[in-house]
């Protein structure tokens, strides 16, 4: 099993920045990819990010694109979101979530961190 916790959610204005981490625990080994996901109230979730562990290959929704910068720390066992020129239809929890290479879906989530822009 991997264990999942999100930190850095918030409340900024918008045109601000927020930094997101996931850190990653437990059989680690076993994951390919790593991911953020958001969902907004009312709204179901929907991919933001992802990227593969070990060689950093990155996609994006074009919604975030040139915007969000997805990363990650092998060492530390840790997925990183850097949101820059947020704005208020950014407002969810955002997921990380981890997949085995062997996978189609992501397995392991974690439990969310809230991101509030205001107008």
């Known amino acids: 099993q991997v264990q999942l916790a999100e930190s850095g959610g918030g409340l900024v204005q918008a045109g601000g920045s927020l930094r997101l981490s996931c850190a990653a625990s437990?059989?680690?080994?076993?994951?390919?990819?790593m991911a953020w996901f958001r969902q907004a109230p009312g709204k179901e979730r929907e991919f933001v990010s992802t990227?593969?562990?070990?060689?950093?290959?990155?996609a994006y929704a074009d919604s975030v694109k040139g915007r969000f910068t997805i990363s990650r720390d092998n060492a530390k066992n840790t997925l990183y979101l850097q949101m820059n020129s947020l704005k208020p239809e950014d407002t969810a929890v955002y997921y990380c979530?981890?997949?085995?290479?062997?996978?189609?879906?992501?397995?392991?989530w974690g439990q969310g961190t809230q991101v509030t822009v205001s107008s």
């Open positions: 979530a981890a997949a085995r290479a062997t996978s189609s879906n992501y397995e392991h």
């Open positions: 437990g059989r680690t080994s076993n994951v390919h990819r």
């Open positions: 990227i593969t562990w070990s060689g950093g290959r990155a």
